[in-house]
Structure formats: C-alpha cells, structure tokens
C-alpha cells in the first residue's frame, strides 16, 4: 500500500479539525458524530490543544484498478502556547495543507506555522477554507498568502503552490471558484486527488537498516511512556532489540514489546512497521522527542528536534484555604507531585522544578514553567476534573541574562479591530511598552500588527474584549526573548476583600456593585480574605458582603426600593490567572474557581505592607 504523510496547520479556528473529521467520513473511517478533537476540553472551548494522528484509505483515481492509498494525517493545535507542538510534526511529514480562513486570511499563527514549514524545504498546498462565509473574499486572501510566501523567503518551487477552495463543515471542496459558483463538487475528492499528484510517496527501501525519529509522545497506563515515531528507511518486527541513540550520539538498547499504526482515529496493533509508517512504538521507558530509533550501531543520528522553552512560571501549592480539602479528592503535595510527574512524561512545554527550596512562598509546593496562561489552564482545569485541590500564584514572565543584558520574552500581536475602537485598544498596549509594526484598514476594520513584552500581555486580554464590545480578534505568537522593557504598570484596579466568614447577601452585594466589578452572587459561601470584586479606582477594600437589610418598624422613604443585583463576572481558570495580583492565590478546586489574599486578615496584610515598605526604605 502506498502511503502520503501530510500535516494540517492554520491558525485557531480557521478550520483544521472539521476537515480532518469530513475527510474521515468521506473515507468512512469513522462514525458520524467522531471527532478527532475527542478531549472533553477541546470539545467544549472548539480548539485542538494535542497533536493528533489519524489515517484515511483513498482509492487512487489514477490507478484504473482502485489502489488503496494510505495518507497519514496529523492534526496541529492553533494556538500559541502549543507552537511546539506543531514544529514537531512538521519534521516527520512530507507536506502540508496550510488552512486559510477566505474572511480572516493570513494570521499570526498562519505566519510561524508557514514559516517552519518553508525552513524544512515542505511545499505547502494552501486550503482557503470557509468560502460560502458572507464576508468572505478568497481572492484577497490568496493574493496575502501569496505575500506571506514572498515575504518569508519562499524558493521559486514553494511559491508555485497549488490552492484548493473548500467549505470544510460541509465536507466539500473545489479546484477553483468558477468550480464552486457552479456547484460542482460535492465531496472533498478534489482535495485528496491533489494530495496524490502533489504529496511525494512516503515508502522506500524495507531491506536498508531499520532508521526512525520520535516526533511526539504518548501515555499508556499498562504500555508506559509510548514513542511515535516516523520511519524513514528499513522495517522492524515486534520483540526486535533496538538502539535508541540521544541527540549527540549516545547509544543505549531497548526491545519493542509493541507496536500500533493509526487507523481512522484509532490505533491498530502490527507486527511489523515498514518504510514511510507514522506508528507507536511501546518498550522505551526513557525515550524522549527528537531521538533517533534504529537497529544499526553505525546508523548517524537524524538532526535534533528543538523544544520551544517556556516563557512564564507560577508556583503550584497545597491549598490551605479555610475551606481546603472539601471538595478534593487529592490534596497533599506528594499527590500533587506524583500528577505533575506524570504530566511531564508528554507534556513537553512544561517544566517542573521539584525542589521547594526555590519558593519563596511559605506554603508547600513546586515551581512550575510553561508556554502561556493557556497552555498552564489547561493542566488546572484537567487537574481539577480529576479531582485535584491546589492553589497557585501569580504568573510571571521568565527573564533571562545574557552578556549582562537582562531579556525578557516578547509576542507579534494581531489585532483586527473595529476601527472606532482602535485607538483605546493602541493606547492602552503602548502603555505597556507595546510597538506598532504596521497598521492598515479595509471596509471598517484596521489591522495592528505590534510587538510587546508576554508581561504586557498578561492580564490584559479580558481589557480587549471589554473595549472592543467582544467583536476584536487578538492573536499572538511568541518572536523571542528581547531587551527588558522597563516597569509596566498594568493594574488599574484593587480588590474587594470580604472581612467576615458568611454567606453572601443581595442586599449588601447591591451596594458594593457600584464601586466595581462583583466574583460572586447572592448565597455564595465566604471566608475572611477571600476576594469577591475588584474596585474600580484601585484601592484595596476590605468589606463585609454578608450584611443584610436592617429591619424595623419604621419605614423611610426610599426603604422598599428594589434590589437589583448585576450578574457577577464569574472566575474562570483563566479570568482569574489574568486578573489576580502578587500577594493574592488563585485556590483551584473541583467545583469552584476563588480568588484569596495570601494573608487572611487584614492587620497580617497591614503589617506585612509595613514591613516590606520599612525594608525598601
């Protein structure tokens, strides 16, 4: 069987997963309603977070007795904080179908995924994708793909890409927009056929030594740590002894105890693997990204795959709020450490630093670094799922030195704006330290391309939105580490601390809803230093929201006025990474997301500011 393995890259949302699933349908590779984003949080926030891999059968059409061909099919996240991911796969595939929103057009992830995919000497096949959308301007786009291309530094071969049209929720595709104005496809055929004449035939030589790279990871609780792999020459058996080699050379034997190739969404198990397969292999215990695999000591080693280094850290610690361990399943620090040791054996943006010494926080726990607020979340969110408590800190920016020059991470950000809410969104990213690049406008909508340091962008998100009345798009991609950019005041608001323990009241939240925004509503428990609103001016408040109405016999006018009490702004993983300050935790539990002072109370709150304030002096 002949075998094509590709990749699909774009940026978030501009359609990879949904053609991934109406190609395995087309195939009948899998049911209706199978989704290769099969993670309960990707299925809930729309966006692929893992890497996936999958395969369709397709009868070559060029072949007038039906020859099956197998095209190997890898998924990539769109987001920032999972670049690393993509990076990867693009290294064990031999072409790519680069996804382009017909409205939205080139993006900023479009822009890095392009790139690494033009550095490995790939040649692209550009899908414009959601074509019937009524904004939708596919030639624009391709004449901006076509830019992208010139402005990356394409070679004359990459920049002759061919470009497919398709509408990728309704399973169809089109060789050109004269094609899709008359209707006449109703399937993806038009897509796979150019996948077959453009995507080089991945086999080769099976009697040459036996020659693969670990491009990714995964986990299985009876199997251990699983490598996949891309074999590119020879084939090898189950129970075969293999030399597993790391980046500079060092050798070191293993045995495959078993192996599984990708078939629809699932993995089938194999006795052999052969040239051009994208398989699992099980048996390496130690086995890590970018070594090579082979059964030949005098094999070279492939080039190394790097791993993007994270660019933010925040302590994970032992939730000893006054209402810990009731909703938790798993609470102490030693299962806290057991989870994120087992975290570390596929996730590898993180890093974990095990030794407490290195906090400074008096409460038990590890210091944690990772790609983005995004890429931390979602470990939270899938830690509380499973029945974890645990409490965390601000997160911070990773500052380096280098030639005694302090540097610090910066983001490309995209901003496609409305554009009479362009200027407050510029004036309050130059506040903090952001640059505008480029700046251009069509039909009513300006583009801002700039760049600023990740500590400018933490916590301000949220601000976007509310400026941009929801209708702004903010992207982002990490360029580099650059020059400290000096002090960014970020913070224009204080917190609202309950100084009581108790239940909350409407009437009392009534009242503090005009000094800013409330976390919580009528009848939710509290307890002394717990925050439940910010103020607006940025004074620190201390309250009591458990106050009701006082009673009594007489009436006053203006007594009975009705009590109406705005929804409150409801603390996500998220909200509530963005939003905290330095000397507050955000307390993490199965059912609840809160917002506290590291100190309870507020004379240890006054005199830890004395303190700090008498040493500064």
């Known amino acids: 069987m002949e075998i094509r393995n590709i990749a699909i890259i774009a940026h978030v949302d501009h359609g990879k997963t949904t053609l991934t699933d109406e190609l395995m349908k087309q195939c009948k590779m899998v049911e209706e309603g199978v989704s290769m984003d099969s993670n309960a949080l990707e299925q809930e926030r729309g966006i692929t977070i893992y890497s996936k891999n999958t395969s369709v059968n397709y009868p070559n059409p060029s072949d007038g007795r039906g020859k099956i061909t197998k095209i190997n099919i890898v998924d990539t996240p769109g987001h920032a904080d999972f670049g690393s991911e993509v990076e990867r796969v693009l290294r064990a595939i031999d072409s790519v179908l680069l996804l382009v929103d017909a409205q939205e057009g080139p993006m900023p992830q479009t822009r890095f995924v392009l790139k690494k995919s033009l550095e490995l000497g790939l040649k692209p096949i550009v899908v414009i994708n959601k074509i019937d959308k009524p904004a939708a301007n596919p030639d624009r786009v391709h004449e901006e793909v076509l830019e992208l291309f010139l402005e990356l530094g394409a070679t004359e071969e990459q920049i002759d890409f061919k470009t497919i049209y398709a509408i990728g929720r309704e399973g169809k595709a089109f060789v050109s927009l004269e094609d899709f104005h008359n209707k006449k496809s109703n399937d993806l055929s038009p897509l796979l056929d150019l996948i077959l004449k453009e995507v080089k035939e991945a086999g080769g030589e099976n009697n040459a030594p036996f020659l693969s790279q670990v491009f990714n990871l995964g986990y299985d609780n009876f199997l251990g740590r699983l490598a996949i792999v891309r074999v590119y020459g020879g084939s090898i058996k189950t129970g075969s002894q ?192 952001g640059l505008i690049t480029h700046m251009s406008e069509k039909e009513g909508i300006t583009r801002i391309l700039m760049e600023i340091p990740t500590r400018g962008l933490l916590g301000y998100r949220g601000q976007f939105v509310v400026d941009t009345k929801g209708e702004g798009i903010l992207a982002s991609r990490f360029i580099g580490f650059k020059i400290y950019a ?32 409330l976390y919580i509503e009528h009848g939710d428990e509290l307890y002394e230093g717990m925050v439940v609103g910010n103020v607006t001016k940025g004074d620190e408040m201390a309250v009591n929201p458990t106050k009701g109405k006082q009673l009594s016999n007489m009436r006053a006018s203006g007594s009975d006025e009705a009590i109406n009490v705005k929804p409150p702004y409801k603390l996500s993983i998220e909200r509530g990474l963005e939003i905290m300050a330095d000397d507050e935790y955000l307390e993490i539990t199965p059912k609840n997301v809160r917002l506290r002072k590291k100190l309870l109370t507020e004379s240890d709150r006054s005199k830890s500011k004395s303190k700090t304030k008498k040493q500064e002096d």
């Open 242 to 433: 293999i030399i597993v080699k790391d980046k500079d050379g060092k050798p070191r034997n293993a045995k495959i105890t078993k192996m599984f190739t990708f078939e629809g969404i699932n993995r089938k198990e194999v006795g052999e693997l052969k040239t051009g397969d994208i398989a699992i292999i099980a048996g390496i215990p130690d086995v890590y990204i970018g070594e090579t695999i082979c059964d030949d000591e005098n094999t070279e080693v492939l080039p190394s795959i790097a791993i993007d280094e994270p660019t933010i850290s925040l302590n994970f610690l032992v939730n000893n709020s006054p209402f810990a361990g009731r909703e938790g399943k798993f609470v102490t620090s030693r299962q806290i450490k057991e989870r994120l040791e087992k975290e570390l054996e596929i996730n590898v943006g993180l890093r974990i630093n095990f030794d407490n010494s290195d906090l400074e926080e008096e409460v038990e726990g590890y210091l944690v670094y990772g790609r983005g607020e995004l890429h931390i979340a979602i470990l939270l969110e899938n830690m509380r799922r499973e029945g974890y408590e645990i409490q965390v800190s601000q997160p911070h920016v990773i500052i380096k030195e280098e030639n005694g020059e302090k540097l610090e991470p910066y983001e490309e950000v995209t901003i496609d704006v409305r554009s009479e809410t362009s200027g407050v969104v510029i004036e309050k990213l130059t506040s903090r330290k």
């Open 486 to 517: 000096g002090e960014i005041k970020k913070r224009d608001v204080g917190s609202m601390t309950s100084m009581v323990y108790g239940y909350a009241a409407a009437f009392s939240l009534w009242t503090l809803q005009e000094r800013g925004v």
